[in-house]
């Protein structure tokens, strides 16, 4: 349906937009709605003005029960009539328009129960009670829930807390905002009628709100009308130069994509798999999104190929035959059934060029693949019924309300919704993740996946995987390789959070710099509220009293036996730039005053000495075992890890001379510790038991240049 046909503020030439899908022929909503004022139908008949509606919905529902849809209109009508629309028509065009429009998406009878109803309850003396008693607790639940969307003030200073619960509503059940969407819908085909500046507000609400959420539910039929629809008023001359563009490419003779879609069908039929193969023009946005992409546009750019099968192997079988037979572009496959999009969207994605370097998009699924994108949301029917769509089922208990078929954001904002401290932070929180229109999927070790906002970061994933436990996490590998919690996620990569054991660990606060998440924001931003003077440094260093020396070496024999040396009087110092101990294999260089520095073998500095001609010392181990040694711990920051490392290290016998602990960066802290220990052969053990402690993810001896 084309923004022209549909809002008549839109000046010009009607151009057909909707050749996407099957044509329907426009219905006269106002000579169906003045028909229906000269009284009541006939009892247990269909009324003529939902003829169209029954018409509708039994190409989704073939044996579906019309009768609530006849009392829902007998209702509606009487209860509407004499209420006229600041377009001039009768009030019940506008119930009629909306059901009609969830009806061509395959709405299941309930919704367009509901549907019909929707204003009932707030515009005339009709209650939810009666409701209730003539249509049951779904309808009314459905009706109740639209009922306070309508309620909801678009003003600036009510945006937060109002629309808090409106997405309430829509998370208890989807349906009440599909009825929204279809609402909002129709209400913009006929915005025409009011001023300029109202028609801006209302545009500018659907384009920050609806228009993603209806991404979000999956709805592109209805997403794709409205973008269309709001382009046109807030972007009139774009939108105008689009319009040309589209009119332009329609007036050629020649059409590469009917050409790229009959070798298509050639390609398939030939290896004997049955499809059906559609051209698709894009709508007005996404044309004018291409050509600021691509610049000037040739006729492939005007439409995409949909090959529709039956079975989930068809489309790879379809994919093998198009990458085979034709020339395919690899950088633009995407393989969204093995992993499907937040919004339950699934299709590979492909494209293929002609030998003229135009480039066709093509779209490959099943029809129920299909049907789901399209009507995203919609097309699942009532997700809450025992048996599928069971006529007369009663309705579960709202504490019971469970919606398998749900897609995972919609979810998740149940989850951080009654996480947010305040309506504010609900709404900041809230726009930012509307905001995001490109989506990655990570890996968990497991197998399982994680879908998250481009930039998203681990900090995002630990929350999307963990919730509110996220908050002991204390780092993450990437791919096999350790990584901060900042580390920005790439689509594909593999994740493993690495989790503390303490139960009291904290979330830092330099962890909403990293956050792009409502989830994660939500998490941290309740935690810090809740814990104001615990949060300042979570991860701050705390001192560790220790008995410090001025200049500590290295490493250092607690006696002079231990190291035994070829020239007699001669001072022995251990190199402090590869902390020698026993059992290393070492050897020795004279320097300045008679000292023999003691080096490891594999020391870099010892292959400098040989090669500027310094002559070697045989120096060799003594009796002694005993020996000071200069480790390097590389941690996560967390509460209390010093206290767990120097209690690891106690427990092996080793005994800190000092410990110098580096301000914490990108949440990771070094930690240098001098200790003594009774016998070097115990040095292993120490390094293994400081390894273990939960956050250090490497010890090594000291290698200073």
């Known amino acids: 349906m084309s923004a022209e046909a549909t809002n008549p503020a839109t000046p010009g030439p009607v151009v057909p937009t909707a050749a996407r899908r099957k044509a329907r022929p426009r219905i006269d909503l106002r000579r169906l709605g003045r028909a229906a004022l000269l009284g009541n139908a006939t009892r247990g ?5 939902i003829g169209h509606v029954a018409e509708a919905h039994r190409a989704h529902y073939p044996d579906a029960d ?13 209860s509407h009539r004499g209420q006229m629309r600041k377009s001039g028509e009768p009030y019940i065009t506008h119930p009629l328009a909306v059901t009609l429009i969830l009806a061509e998406l395959g709405a299941e009878t309930t919704t367009l129960t509901a549907s019909l109803l ?7 003396d009709v209650t939810l009670d009666q409701v209730r008693e003539q249509f049951g607790e779904e309808v009314r639940y459905l009706v109740d829930g639209v009922t306070k969307l309508e309620k909801v003030d678009y003003g600036a200073a009510a945006e937060p807390e109002t629309f808090r619960k409106m997405l ?3 998370g208890s059940d989807v349906r009440v905002m599909s009825i929204k969407l279809a609402d909002r819908l129709h209400n913009m085909r006929t915005l025409g009628v009011m001023r300029p500046e109202k028609q801006a507000r209302i545009a500018k609400v659907t384009r920050d709100v609806l228009i993603p959420l209806a991404e979000r539910l999956g709805v592109q039929a209805l997403k794709t009308e409205l973008e269309d629809l709001v382009f046109a008023i807030l972007h009139p001359e774009e939108y105008a130069h689009t319009r040309e563009l589209i009119a332009e490419n329609a007036a050629r003779g020649d059409d590469p994509l009917a050409e790229i879609s009959d070798e298509v069908r050639g390609v398939l039929r030939e290896a004997d798999i049955p499809a059906e193969v559609l051209i698709r023009p894009r709508h007005f946005v996404s044309v004018h999104r291409v050509s600021r992409k691509r610049g000037e546009l040739r006729g492939a750019d005007f439409g995409r190929l949909l090959v529709l099968v039956n079975e989930d192997a068809d489309c790879y079988a379809v994919l093998g035959e198009l990458h085979t037979c034709l020339t395919p572009v690899v950088s633009e496959f995407k393989d969204f059934i093995a992993v499907p999009k937040f919004n339950l969207y699934q299709s590979l994605h492909t494209a293929v060029a002609r030998a003229d370097g135009q480039v066709a998009e093509v779209l490959i699924r099943t029809h129920q693949m299909h049907k789901v994108a399209e009507a995203g949301v919609v097309a699942l029917g009532n997700p809450y019924a025992p048996a599928a769509d069971a006529p007369g089922s009663d ?45 990655i999927t990570v890996f968990r070790p497991d197998g399982g996946t994680l879908g998250l906002p481009e930039g998203a970061t681990c900090v995002d994933a630990a929350y999307a995987q963990y919730g509110e436990d996220a908050h002991a996490c204390i780092g993450a590998r990437v791919n096999g390789r350790l990584a901060t919690l900042s580390t920005v996620l790439k689509d594909g990569d593999t994740v493993q959070l690495l989790m503390g054991q303490d139960p009291a660990s904290e979330p830092s606060r330099e962890w ?25 440094e979570p991860h701050a260093p705390v001192a560790v009293p220790t008995r410090p020396i001025p200049e500590p070496q290295a490493a250092t024999p607690r006696t002079a036996s231990a190291v035994v040396v070829d020239r007699p009087d001669a001072t022995v110092r251990l190199a402090g730039c590869c902390t020698p101990v026993p059992p290393d294999e070492v050897t020795g260089f004279a320097v300045r005053g008679g000292v023999v520095t003691v080096h490891r073998v594999a020391c870099a500095s010892v292959a400098h000495m040989k090669g500027t001609g310094r002559p070697e010392a045989a120096v060799s181990w003594g009796d002694s075992t005993a020996c000071r040694v200069t480790l390097v711990a590389e941690s996560f920051g967390r509460p209390h890890l010093l206290a ?19 301000p914490p960066s990108q949440q990771r802290v070094r930690h240098t510790y001098t200790v003594e220990l009774p016998d070097a052969a115990h040095l292993p053990a120490l390094m293994r038991a400081m390894r273990n402690v939960a956050g250090v993810y490497d010890v090594d001896r000291a290698q200073h240049q």
């Open 45 to 49: 008949k269909l009324p003529d003005a």
């Open 66 to 78: 019309l009768e609530p849809l006849r009392r829902a209109y007998v209702l509606a009508e009487s």
């Open 118 to 124: 929707h204003d009932t309850v707030e515009d005339t």
């Open 168 to 170: 309430v509503a829509t």
């Open 395 to 439: 309705a579960p208990a709202d504490d019971e309300r469970a919606d398998p078929t749900r897609p995972g954001w919609l979810s998740r904002l149940l989850d951080w919704q009654k996480a947010a401290p305040d309506a504010d932070t609900f709404w900041s929180t809230l726009r930012e993740d509307l905001a995001q229109d490109r989506e």
């Open 512 to 536: 909403l710099e990293h956050a792009h998440t409502p989830a994660a924001r939500i998490a941290i931003q309740r935690w810090l509220a809740t814990h104001p003077d615990s949060a300042e």
């Open 644 to 662: 767990d490392l120097t209690e690891a290290m106690a427990q092996e016998g080793a005994e800190i001379v000092s410990a110098t602990v580096e």
